[in-house]
């Protein structure tokens, strides 16, 4: 009877875990259906034609502080978000040097512990296309670490 007992508790628990595993959907797609590929496709296209030849990074409104860089989304690592408001295609850039934006903070803590991490930022690009209007924008978001 014992050994009965534990075989219907591991189908049970075999079971659950079986029904737990299954696929979810997208946990991004914020309850609006749309293809993935077709977004990265149609952000890609739009980049492509809007697109400027360099891009300058600056962290003041000082033009002479300005740094052009080339830069090239990674299409391969995009990935899509959506909300009832908007879509977004989010990717990283590969960039012909290093650019890295550093909070005052960050830096002092970096000459404290010269822990490289401090120092280092990351840039992505995000292509947004309003679902209402169909308008497309893009901006770069640069994520610095807090210290």
Same mark, same amino acid.
């Given at each position: 009877?014992?050994?009965?007992?534990?075989?219907? *508790?591991? /189908?049970? /628990?075999?079971?659950?875990?079986?029904?737990?595993? !299954?696929?979810?959907?997208?946990?991004?797609?914020?309850?609006? %259906?749309?293809? #993935?590929? #077709?977004?990265?496709?149609?952000? @890609?296209?739009?980049? %492509?034609?809007?697109?400027?030849?360099? &891009?300058?990074?600056?962290? +003041?409104? +000082? *033009? $002479?502080?300005?740094?052009?860089?080339? &830069? @090239?989304?990674?299409?391969? !690592?995009?990935? &899509?978000?959506?909300? =009832? #408001?908007? @879509?977004?295609?989010?990717?990283?850039?590969?960039?012909?040097?290093?650019?890295?934006? &550093?909070?005052?903070?960050?830096? !002092? #803590?970096?000459? $404290?512990?010269?822990?490289?991490?401090?120092?280092?930022?990351?840039?992505?690009? *995000?292509? @947004?296309?309003? /679902?209402?209007?169909?308008? =497309? %924008?893009?901006?770069?978001?640069?994520?610095?670490?807090? *210290?």
């Amino acid at each position: 009877m014992r050994s009965i007992l534990k075989k219907i *508790v591991f /189908l049970l /628990l075999t079971a659950m875990l079986m029904f737990t595993c !299954q696929y979810e959907p997208d946990i991004h797609s914020g309850g609006v %259906d749309f293809n #993935k590929d #077709k977004e990265i496709e149609e952000a @890609k296209r739009w980049y %492509d034609a809007t697109r400027p030849e360099e &891009v300058s990074f600056r962290s +003041s409104n +000082s *033009v $002479e502080n300005a740094s052009s860089i080339e &830069v @090239k989304p990674d299409w391969e !690592q995009a990935y &899509v978000r959506a909300n =009832k #408001k908007e @879509k977004t295609v989010e990717t990283n850039l590969f960039m012909k040097g290093e650019i890295y934006f &550093v909070q005052p903070e960050n830096k !002092q #803590k970096f000459e $404290e512990t010269h822990d490289e991490r401090y120092m280092r930022s990351h840039t992505r690009l *995000v292509v @947004k296309t309003e /679902l209402s209007s169909g308008a =497309k %924008d893009a901006f770069l978001m640069t994520i610095i670490p807090s *210290v």
